[in-house]
């Protein structure tokens, strides 16, 4: 038997040994959920069965505009019955899963408590999609979408995002920048926002830093929630006018009750 071979089993073995907590239930993982390589048992995190399909979604139909899982193929050929009268800036889009039920409900824990390890749970469960698409296979670079320095002193030094792509990278080998892009204007929350005034609160939000670094390169951009994609039709403006070849944006949950 091969060393290839035999690392399942070892996987396995330390399974039941050690078997991990569910992030979310605290449940004990189901051994039976045999892991497919050695390194599986820390990437599965030990979700179990029931909260995995919950948050998960493993065979749904996506709309690969604005990135909202569907219960039914869109009937548009171009985005989703959210998204379709929009024309957002980026060439693709990738979530977890929509921004309800337990998924809502885990984001909002990682960023109320400032968890940094439930965030790096859920970025590896985005990792798992951005390594099913094929369109991300040539990301050259990933940016997280920034904080301002005046948001980053009263959250503690917690960003979400950036923790969603330090994990996002360990598991996929795009590299991570957090210096390229940045915030150079306070924003308020856009969750508290109207669509319209969205748009207005990111308006020039955003600078490239670096741009030789930008130029030509498919560019990854990650953030934890894409409400009305005011944020990230901004950022991806920024980085198209520095010279990005292709913004794919990837995102923890859809939220589409504003759109
Ligand atoms: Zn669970
Ligand atoms: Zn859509």
Redesign the pocket.
Same mark, same amino acid.
């Given at each position: 038997m091969s060393i290839k071979e035999k690392l399942p089993k070892v996987a396995d073995a330390l399974r039941l040994l050690f078997p991990p907590n $569910?992030p979310?239930?605290?449940?004990e993982s189901d051994c039976e959920q045999s892991s497919q390589s050695f390194f599986s048992i820390w990437q599965a995190d030990g979700?179990?069965q029931? $909260?995995r399909v919950q948050i998960d979604p493993q065979n749904s139909d996506r709309c690969l505009h604005c990135a909202a899982v569907l219960a039914q193929p869109s009937p548009y050929t171009r985005g989703c019955a959210s998204c379709y009268r929009q024309q957002f800036p980026f060439d693709f889009a990738v979530s977890v899963h929509n921004y309800q039920g337990l998924l809502r409900d885990l984001v909002i824990q990682a960023k109320n408590k400032r968890d940094d390890t439930l965030m790096a749970q859920l970025g590896r469960l985005l990792a798992h999609q951005i390594k099913k698409h094929p369109q991300t296979a040539d990301s050259d670079l990933m940016i997280s979408i920034p904080s301002h320095w005046k948001r980053r002193f009263f959250s503690k030094g917690f960003h979400a995002a950036a923790l969603i792509a330090q994990n996002v990278e360990k598991m996929t080998g795009i590299p991570h920048s957090q210096r390229i892009l940045c915030s150079v204007k306070p924003t308020l929350k856009q969750g508290t926002l109207s669509r319209t005034a969205r748009l207005e609160n990111v308006r020039n939000a955003f600078a490239c830093k670096h741009p030789k670094r930008i130029v030509g390169r498919n560019i990854l951009l990650i953030d934890d929630v894409m409400t009305s994609g005011a944020t990230m039709s901004e950022a991806t403006k920024v980085l198209r006018r520095a010279g990005a070849k292709k913004v794919i944006v990837a995102v923890i949950a859809r939220a589409t009750s504003v759109d």
């Open positions: $569910c979310s239930c605290g449940v979700w179990c029931d $909260c």
